[in-house]
């Protein structure tokens, strides 16, 4: 498999040099070549395999020659090493919960696959040491930094907002220590993602240190995040009607991957991309196909604070830019943090399951799209892709008590927070990335 640049001023390259890269010399995102189908065994079997072994047969297209199939299998088998339940909800919802892993959100599939995939070229050694450089609003880097944790060769940092993310999520990204550097920004996540892009275009810098991203603009972390849906179809009653999936979306690499797996032929309905008030994707919907970014504001729902999403060229391209075919598969909708706050609230006091802030904003949008389409009856699936004990603020007063730790972020109580203050400037960024070489 070769990949091409969006940008289409950079040549295509294997999965090996995408991953090493993270983003095109041209600054565009790289795109699989050709999308691969699955074969009618593979969808016929599906319910029946075992996690590991889908997620090689999905993944190895992707990866083609540059993994050893052996190497490949023993790095999807780790990657999908824990569980990831479909758990009913409600008549017609029901929640695919991804956040069993070790950081307690869904990204730890894409950032324990992409430290893998890097550790496995790095260890070949005809990589020089690189250095991951990652913005996050807020649970990236702290699947980033549990993926990266003493990987040899590997150096991460990571640019957070200040004052933006909570204490779970801080914890996770600060106390770690070893090969892992938290930078405080004193900003939104745009600015710090914007910081991040601006080192990725310094040539300079770049000749001097070796960088590559971990955000889901990396194809190693974008890819795998297809897996969640392949998990989803293996669990959906056979005889039921495909459902229509709602995912909270904030820099869009999720919902691109699920379409991506919808348009390799996995059994799936309509999409929803479910957004807080950074919406410039449902109001690209509302004008009929013209986007205009926005500046992020805060919201409830932290991680999804993105104004100007990175992977949403990804899902035009999917579509050949054809909005009327976009349309068909995708629709979005906007969820304000009233109606996610009073979300949560129902649907534990109603049905006694408790959503996160994300999953709850993927709730609403799912339940106005099932209002709006009575006639369909279509069974609904959201993506619950964090767990509530990361919100404590939004969640505690509805439940009315603390949520017990859960034994993967106990161990992270107590330790010393440790990170680097940075102001929204590009040079000391610079100056940071070459004085720590
Ligand atoms: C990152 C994140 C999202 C948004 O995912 P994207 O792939 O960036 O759209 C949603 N929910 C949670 C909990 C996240 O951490």
């Known amino acids: 498999m070769h990949y091409r640049s969006l940008n289409r001023q950079s040549p295509p390259v294997d999965f090996r040099a995408a991953t090493i890269a993270g983003q095109a010399p041209d600054g565009g995102l790289y795109f699989p070549e050709s999308i691969p189908q699955f074969a009618a065994d593979f969808l016929k079997n599906l319910r029946q395999m075992p996690r590991p072994e889908l997620a090689l047969a999905v993944m190895q297209p992707y990866v083609g020659n540059a993994i050893p199939t052996a190497d490949l299998a023993r790095i999807c088998a780790e990657t999908v090493d824990f569980e990831f339940p479909l758990v009913p909800v409600q008549p017609d919802v029901a929640a695919l919960e991804l956040f069993h892993g070790p950081t307690l959100a869904f990204k730890d599939v894409g950032a324990r696959f992409m430290s893998r995939c890097l550790g496995h070229f790095a260890q070949r050694g005809d990589t020089p040491a690189v250095t991951v450089l990652v913005a996050t609003s807020g649970d990236t880097g702290g699947a980033v930094a549990a993926g990266f944790l003493g990987v040899p060769g590997v150096e991460v940092v990571i640019l957070y907002p200040s004052g933006k993310v909570s204490p779970v999520q801080e914890q996770q990204l600060t106390t770690l220590g070893q090969n892992i550097t938290a930078l405080e920004v004193s900003g939104t996540f745009d600015d710090c993602q914007a910081l991040v892009k601006q080192a990725f275009q310094d040539v300079e810098l770049r000749a001097r240190r070796f960088l590559t991203s971990a955000n889901s603009i990396n194809v ?159 069974p609904g699936l959201l993506l619950a892709t964090a767990h509530p004990v990361k919100f404590p603020a939004v969640v505690e007063p509805i439940l009315g008590h603390a949520i017990p730790l859960p034994p993967a972020v106990q161990h992270l109580q107590g330790r010393p927070k440790r990170s680097i203050e940075l102001p929204v400037d590009y040079e000391e960024l610079r100056e940071f990335l070459l004085a720590n070489n």
């Open 220 to 378: 190693a972390r974008w890819l795998p995040q297809q897996l969640y849906y392949c998990f989803a179809v293996q669990q959906w009653p056979a005889d039921a009607p495909a459902p229509v999936v709602s995912v909270p979306s904030g820099n869009f690499g999720n919902l691109c991957a699920g379409l991506l797996a919808r348009a390799s032929g996995l059994p799936l309905g309509p999409f929803i991309a479910a957004c807080n008030a950074n919406d410039p994707v449902p109001n690209y919907f509302r004008r009929g196909g013209h986007y205009l970014a926005q500046t992020a504001v805060p919201t409830v729902s932290n991680a999804m604070d993105v104004g100007n999403p990175s992977n949403f060229v990804r899902v035009l391209e999917l579509f050949d830019n054809e909005f009327p075919r976009l349309a068909q598969a995708l629709s979005a909708d906007t969820v304000s943090d009233a109606e996610t706050v009073a979300a949560i609230r129902y649907v534990w006091e109603e049905h006694h399951y408790l959503l996160d802030p994300h999953g709850a904003v993927a709730y609403a949008a799912l339940r106005r799209y099932q209002a709006a389409h009575a006639h369909a009856h279509a």
